[in-house]
């Protein structure tokens, strides 16, 4: 049997296949953060011709489901069908918005003023061919050529060697070898002018991945791939995920399933761009604490145990082989350095590009992710902190939510008189969903305009009739095209009010513990898949961010990929994020008394003490007047 | 259905499975040396009560079929059957000739007056647990406590961190750390007082495969294990296993052939003395060049390519997990170095048994294995070449030639007047077979008592019935009983001959080129697996040895292992090895004009220069008068 796609391909299906499962056996990602379960809602396609059997529609509005749409996981063709996959059920790679931030990547490199310095060195040998008087082996030969250029000592890894003789034949003795740093020898290539040479960085988030693929030589971004964590399927926070992986089973499922998102991530990318596995030489792997772990297969149970230790803080640099990453299978795999159980090598990576360790100024770090991270310090000092925050500003648990990729709201505004709501879109396409940014302009837009109140609840008796009953109670309509709705419902404020007081609560506290006035910080960076920007006006007004004039925040957006990025590049900047690692010290917020307590006064709008919020107080007196 | 043996035992047998595969699935192991193809008919077995079909009878004689004796790889029951398995048919474990010579080993040992220092050394450390104001990582507490007891730059592989945590916690923190000379760790166990510390020590021959399992804290020799190299179903030579690797898939059939020999021999003597996998944790290999290049999975075409380049001659020291040997995967492999395409491992072992590279006194090494190799040298010089004797002495291509185990006739003399046999058998038993020492016994008392001449043909009219016609022409009946004839045929004795001839044609060709009279040589040591010792005046009369003093000789029979047992002991006598190979200076002699003129000289008995001969001259006119 056969699927046909609207755009004009034309695919296999067997009896009693799923066409999510079909489509990805032929290289047709959707995603699929629950794994093709049902559940997640996100692998939605629109069924127009054939036959077929639903088992089930999972959390599908009524209307969605009478516009044809279905979940690919859940449907198994009975004759030939035609479908079609909407934009926003697609794996991305290629995403326009990150590669148009190519050259700001390549300017901040600059801005470090380090070389670039990959973690593979090269060198360029000519071989004397053996003759029968120079007859020693090809390994020996290969090793004295080494010694003549002073590189001594070096180490041959077995697969290497057992490869080496022919390469050094077909590449008639004239070849480019890469070593490590530890001067293990990681390939041997023919001579060849000018070859371009690849690596990966790799952001591992608990609710969203994102891979890069580099030039080496260039430091160019070449292509970017980004999609859920399947492992959200086993929870969506660390917690769960280290529950489940102590399970008989479980941490080698939690393994595969990441890196079968990280190596579908990078198999597209290779495709895109015609580059073969062995071209990929290096890569860095950026992750907190529990997605690291898992990532290399190594148990996180302690982490969750009393007295919170890792296994491993340091992550040595093994090779790719062992990390099952479909690249070269020498190449050496840089992981972040992570400091603590709940404060990992993402935070590291980020407080890396943000660039504040280098800085006299005290600053705030913020990284509003699944888990909250916190760190605050500048040049000779860095505390650090973690808030659980939940996964909903990268658009899980969010009826309509969406990471920050193409056909995403991005800002939101409602008219205070009509309650009609307008907003900026991604690419500038028709909306496919909401996310982080468009959420807090959501959220205080309803509260100015009176829409939900101080505690997030919708007002009963608002004068439109875009607050209606939905499945899960009331909900407001932000947009209706083809039966195709965009709401935000009172489950989702819930969650948003809990992920903001979490991340309040944490920089209040971290900022008592350290007996500090919030005047004294100079500058907040703001990191997190949820935007390209926010707008602090309206952040604040959520209670989201403290009340600190406009131009102390700075929006760095995925600071964990980016300092992946810079750490691929540069030598010197994985000197630095190991200087960061042991320099940060991390207090643990979670077993403060206070922290308990911060957060139920955070989980109002903007918050119960009104008095931290002075820019609000007197916004919301003038709207009253 | 079920297979019953005569010992007792009962086993499982599924329809359309050869008795050899069922026997083999439930870990009672058969010597089928041609993999169970019919072709090599070691797999012998006596089919006692049933109904079966026998597929073919390969080279069994009439008289053995009319007994039930049959091959189990081609041998199908069709019913419940019983068998019977002699003991020349299995694979051989806990060789008693072999453990007898253990305290010779461990005196060996001592006459090198080195230390017992294994591949892996230990460290016993005591960490501190971790608390909630020391909580660091368990890599960072492990690294902590190494560097202070002054163990700097240590590696951790992969594997053994993936581990490494639950291990540390439950030995309680108090734990014995193994790590290589290049600091890689190898294991972390819990602290335990006299721990025994296991190796293996393995010789990899062209015809036969021998492993000795050590303890590494007392140098004992614990048990033995060896078997035919299964390879000998692609070749019986290194130029045809050559060939066949250089097919597809050839390499890879090789190499797996050849390490399920060693890992069937290590699970038995696992079992036998009830060791885990994990405890194994260094192994010595020792083979020569083509032998060592297939274990590892390296292409080894290159060996019998103009100019004769290996791709490695010094193999550097991978973990067990690259060489799929079953036992610890990151216990280091000690390789013995090769020194030209056809002077391998072995070679280097075997000189370092012998001690010759230590004695002033010039000497002669000789292997007569597969390959023939010869060495000549002393403390200050070593050269060596290589001659293919092809693997007769040891017991493969000779219709009951067998290795020198229990049961192999191992000397033998006939009655000039009655032309009747006598001989001993090793282990004092019936004789199943005969092996290298009895074959030159055999050939050389036929020479002199006139059963065959010059040439090695059975001379016409000799006096007895012994002398009769067989499968493939004249042959001699040694020994017959229950219709288990021993035979020694024509075709037997002319594979003799070439292999003899082979070697000394080696020998006479290396003197030559090094303008050394015979006289100069002090010591011949003579290295092979072919009997406990030879009787020297009739390897000579045979032509094998050169007329040198019978005091001049020694047998120092598998110097192979031997070297390997050594090796696997002692750092100092590793370093020794790695001095062997590199002063040792290789001649190719199947290069040089005058081999194949030597080699024909050589094929008569004793050889057609009688002078090079002077006793077997005086021996011969003795005789006559």
Same mark, same amino acid.
């Given at each position: 049997?056969?699927?046909?796609?609207?755009?004009?391909?034309?695919?296999?299906?067997?009896?009693?296949?799923?066409?999510?499962?079909?489509?990805? !056996?032929?290289?047709?990602?959707?995603? #699929?953060?629950?794994?093709?379960?049902?559940?997640?809602?996100?692998?939605?396609?629109?069924?127009?011709?054939?036959?077929?059997?639903?088992?089930?529609?999972?959390?599908?509005?009524?209307?969605?489901? +009478?516009?044809?749409?279905?979940?690919?996981?859940?449907?198994?063709?009975?004759?030939?069908?035609?479908?079609?996959?909407?934009?926003?059920?697609?794996?991305?790679?290629?995403?326009?918005?990150?590669?148009?931030?190519?050259?700001?990547?390549?300017?901040?490199?600059?801005?470090?003023?380090?070389?670039?310095?990959?973690?593979?060195?090269?060198?360029?040998?000519?071989?004397?061919?053996?003759?029968?008087?120079?007859?020693?082996?090809?390994?020996?030969?290969?090793? !004295?050529?080494?010694?003549?250029?002073?590189?001594?000592?070096?180490?041959?890894?077995?697969?290497?060697?057992?490869?080496?003789?022919?390469?050094?034949?077909?590449?008639?003795?004239?070849?480019?070898?890469?070593?490590?740093?530890?001067?293990?020898?990681?390939?041997?290539?023919?001579?060849? @002018?000018?070859?371009? !040479?690849?690596?990966?960085?790799?952001?591992?988030?608990?609710?969203?991945?994102?891979?890069?693929?580099?030039?080496?030589?260039?430091?160019?971004?070449?292509?970017?791939?980004?999609?859920?964590?399947?492992?959200?399927?086993?929870?969506?926070?660390?917690?769960?995920?280290?529950?489940?992986?102590?399970?008989?089973?479980?941490?080698?499922?939690?393994?595969?399933?990441?890196?079968?998102?990280?190596?579908?991530?990078?198999?597209?990318?290779?495709?895109?761009?015609?580059?073969?596995?062995?071209?990929?030489?290096?890569?860095?792997?950026?992750? =907190?604490?529990?997605?690291?772990?898992?990532?290399?297969?190594?148990?996180?149970?302690?982490?969750?145990?009393?007295?919170?230790?890792?296994?491993?803080?340091?992550?040595?640099?093994? !090779?790719?082989?062992?990390?099952?990453?479909?690249?070269?299978?020498?190449?050496?795999?840089?992981?972040?350095?992570?400091?603590?159980?709940?404060?990992?090598?993402?935070?590291?990576?980020?407080?890396?590009?943000?660039?504040?360790?280098?800085? +006299?100024?005290?600053?705030?770090?913020?990284?509003?992710?699944?888990?909250?991270?916190?760190?605050?310090?500048?040049?000779?000092?860095?505390?650090?902190?973690?808030?659980?925050?939940?996964?909903?500003?990268?658009?899980?648990?969010?009826?309509?939510?969406?990471?920050?990729?193409?056909?995403?709201?991005?800002?939101? +505004?409602?008219?205070?008189?009509?309650?009609?709501?307008?907003?900026?879109?991604?690419?500038?396409?028709?909306?496919?969903?909401?996310?982080?940014?468009?959420?807090?302009?959501?959220?205080?837009?309803?509260?100015?305009?009176?829409?939900?109140?101080?505690?997030?609840?919708?007002?009963?008796?608002?004068?439109?009739?875009?607050?209606? =009953?939905?499945?899960?109670?009331?909900?407001?309509?932000?947009?209706?095209?083809?039966?195709?709705?965009?709401?935000?419902?009172?489950?989702?404020?819930?969650?948003?009010?809990? #992920?903001?007081? #979490?991340?309040?609560?944490?920089?209040?506290?971290?900022?008592?513990?350290?007996?500090?006035?919030?005047?004294?910080?100079?500058?907040?960076?703001?990191?997190?898949?949820?935007?390209?920007?926010?707008?602090?006006?309206?952040?604040?007004?959520?209670?989201?961010?403290?009340?600190?004039?406009?131009?102390?925040?700075?929006?760095?957006?995925?600071?964990?990929?980016?300092?992946?990025?810079? #750490?691929?590049?540069?030598?010197?900047?994985?000197?630095?994020?190991?200087?960061? @690692?042991?320099?940060?010290?991390?207090?643990?917020?979670?077993?403060?008394?206070?922290?308990?307590?911060?957060?139920?006064?955070?989980?109002?709008?903007?918050?119960?003490?009104?008095?931290?919020?002075?820019?609000?107080?007197?916004?919301? +007196?003038?709207?009253?007047?």
């Amino acid at each position: 049997m056969h699927i046909k796609l609207t755009s004009g391909e034309k695919l296999e299906i067997s009896e009693g296949e799923s066409i999510l499962r079909a489509l990805k !056996r032929q290289r047709v990602y959707l995603i #699929a953060s629950c794994g093709g379960k049902g559940i997640c809602g996100k692998c939605r396609i629109r069924l127009i011709e054939g036959d077929w059997n639903i088992k089930s529609t999972g959390k599908l509005d009524p209307t969605d489901i +009478k516009s044809g749409i279905s979940l690919a996981c859940q449907t198994f063709p009975r004759t030939e069908i035609t479908i079609d996959i909407p934009k926003e059920s697609r794996l991305v790679v290629g995403d326009k918005i990150a590669l148009s931030k190519s050259g700001d990547l390549l300017d901040l490199l600059h801005s470090f003023k380090v070389d670039i310095f990959p973690l593979v060195r090269t060198i360029e040998l000519e071989l004397p061919p053996p003759t029968i008087d120079d007859n020693i082996s090809d390994l020996e030969r290969l090793k !004295r050529s080494l010694e003549e250029k002073h590189l001594l000592g070096v180490r041959f890894p077995y697969p290497f060697v057992s490869s080496m003789s022919d390469l050094l034949r077909n590449a008639g003795w004239k070849v480019t070898i890469g070593y490590t740093v530890s001067n293990d020898i990681v390939y041997v290539k023919p001579s060849v @002018a000018n070859r371009e !040479r690849y690596g990966i960085s790799v952001d591992i988030g608990t609710t969203t991945v994102v891979v890069y693929l580099l030039n080496l030589t260039s430091g160019q971004l070449v292509d970017v791939g980004s999609t859920y964590n399947s492992q959200m399927r086993y929870g969506d926070d660390v917690i769960n995920r280290i529950v489940f992986a102590t399970e008989s089973g479980g941490l080698e499922e939690l393994r595969e399933s990441i890196v079968t998102d990280i190596n579908s991530l990078i198999g597209l990318l290779r495709e895109r761009h015609d580059i073969r596995r062995e071209e990929i030489e290096s890569a860095v792997i950026a992750g =907190n604490t529990t997605m690291t772990h898992l990532f290399w297969g190594i148990n996180p149970a302690s982490i969750r145990e009393d007295p919170y230790v890792p296994p491993v803080n340091i992550f040595p640099r093994w !090779r790719a082989e062992f990390s099952r990453l479909e690249i070269n299978a020498l190449a050496p795999v840089y992981t972040f350095p992570c400091v603590a159980s709940y404060v990992g090598g993402d935070i590291v990576s980020g407080v890396l590009a943000s660039q504040m360790n280098r800085k +006299k100024e005290t600053a705030i770090f913020m990284d509003i992710g699944t888990n909250g991270e916190i760190v605050i310090g500048n040049n000779e000092w860095l505390v650090t902190a973690a808030c659980s925050a939940g996964p909903c500003f990268e658009g899980s648990g969010i009826r309509h939510g969406m990471r920050a990729t193409e056909g995403a709201i991005e800002s939101l +505004k409602i008219d205070p008189e009509t309650f009609e709501p307008t907003w900026t879109v991604i690419g500038n396409g028709e909306p496919l969903g909401i996310c982080g940014s468009g959420m807090i302009d959501a959220v205080s837009e309803m509260f100015l305009t009176g829409i939900i109140d101080q505690k997030g609840k919708f007002v009963e008796g608002t004068n439109t009739k875009r607050i209606r =009953n939905g499945l899960e109670g009331p909900e407001f309509l932000i947009h209706s095209r083809n039966g195709s709705d965009i709401v935000l419902t009172q489950v989702d404020i819930e969650n948003l009010l809990r #992920a903001k007081a #979490a991340m309040y609560a944490g920089v209040s506290l971290l900022l008592k513990e350290l007996s500090l006035d919030l005047d004294v910080i100079q500058k907040v960076y703001i990191a997190g898949g949820f935007g390209n920007y926010i707008d602090v006006d309206k952040a604040i007004i959520m209670g989201m961010l403290p009340d600190l004039p406009k131009d102390k925040f700075s929006f760095i957006g995925n600071a964990s990929i980016t300092g992946a990025y810079l #750490a691929l590049l540069s030598k010197d900047l994985r000197r630095e994020a190991g200087m960061i @690692a042991s320099k940060m010290t991390n207090i643990e917020l979670s077993v403060s008394q206070g922290f308990m307590e911060e957060y139920l006064s955070a989980l109002f709008l903007p918050h119960t003490d009104i008095n931290q919020f002075p820019t609000v107080v007197k916004r919301l +007196k003038k709207k009253k007047t």
